[in-house]
């Protein structure tokens, strides 16, 4: 079965300090896509940030950097320097299939920024 | 940036009525649209995968006669409500694979429909 894993249902960070946000995937097709989204309460997904599996180094969006680990299957967020609009839902996600046809989000993590 | 939209926002029909959700890509063609819905606080669920000129294809446990997907062109798909209930009552939004060139950048969602069934 493939699927992604978010196993941190909610987090808080301190303004201007980096958090983590945990994603593991299971698949076995050699070529997958990996997205971060971000959803604040209007409900729009925002585009964050991309992994390729055949991507040698990690992407980097601003203040968004993806650490992936493909022989652990994990892609985890890191957001740096947090600041309070950062609040929000952040969902993982990842594209299948050889027509890249099929997006499956995770669970999602809530995140809080505290000022 | 490519745009996707999503129309209506939000939308309030009667328990047994029929609404529909048009999801339009604005300035590229989208031969492959997703549809998904949201319940708060939960995931996006695929609901369709819907391809241009051909049927959708759904995910295991959707109604394909509760939820009419078309995609007539390459730039519009809807998603037709049948029977509106309550219980159908979500966020339903969309997204549209552009052209094969910008990995990272091939997914657009639209804005998201609110639905609500009285």
């Known amino acids: 079965a493939q699927k992604i894993t978010q196993t941190q249902p909610g987090m808080f960070v301190q303004e201007k300090e980096a958090v983590t946000l945990d994603c593991t995937y299971d698949?076995?097709?050699?070529?997958?896509?990996l997205f971060w989204y971000k959803q604040p309460s209007s409900g729009e997904m925002i585009f964050l940030i991309y992994?390729?599996?055949?991507?040698?180094q990690n992407a980097t969006e601003g203040r968004y950097s993806l650490n992936f680990q493909k022989a652990r299957k994990s892609a985890n967020l890191v957001i740096s320097a947090s600041q309070l609009g950062d609040s929000a839902m952040y969902f993982c996600a990842i594209l299948l299939g050889p027509d890249g046809n099929k997006l499956v989000f995770g669970a999602g993590t809530i995140l809080r920024v505290k000022s | 940036g490519a745009v996707v939209s999503q129309h209506p926002s939000r939308v309030i029909c009667k328990s047994g009525t029929s609404v529909k959700i048009e999801c339009r890509s604005l300035d590229f063609q989208a031969t492959t649209m997703f549809w998904y819905r949201q319940f708060p606080k939960q995931s996006l669920m695929l609901m369709a995968t819907s391809n241009e000129g051909s049927k959708a294809t759904y995910e295991q446990g959707v109604e394909k006669d509760k939820f009419l997907i078309n995609h007539a062109s390459l730039t519009l798909s809807t998603l037709t409500v049948t029977s509106a209930h309550p219980e159908d009552s979500s966020f339903y939004i969309c997204?549209?694979?552009?052209?094969?060139?910008?990995?990272?950048?091939?997914?657009?969602f639209g804005e998201g429909s609110w639905l609500t069934v009285v």
């Open positions: 997204s549209a694979k552009g052209p094969i060139g910008l990995p990272g950048n091939t997914i657009y």
């Open positions: 698949t076995s097709d050699p070529s997958y896509g």
């Open positions: 992994q390729g599996s055949y991507d040698q």
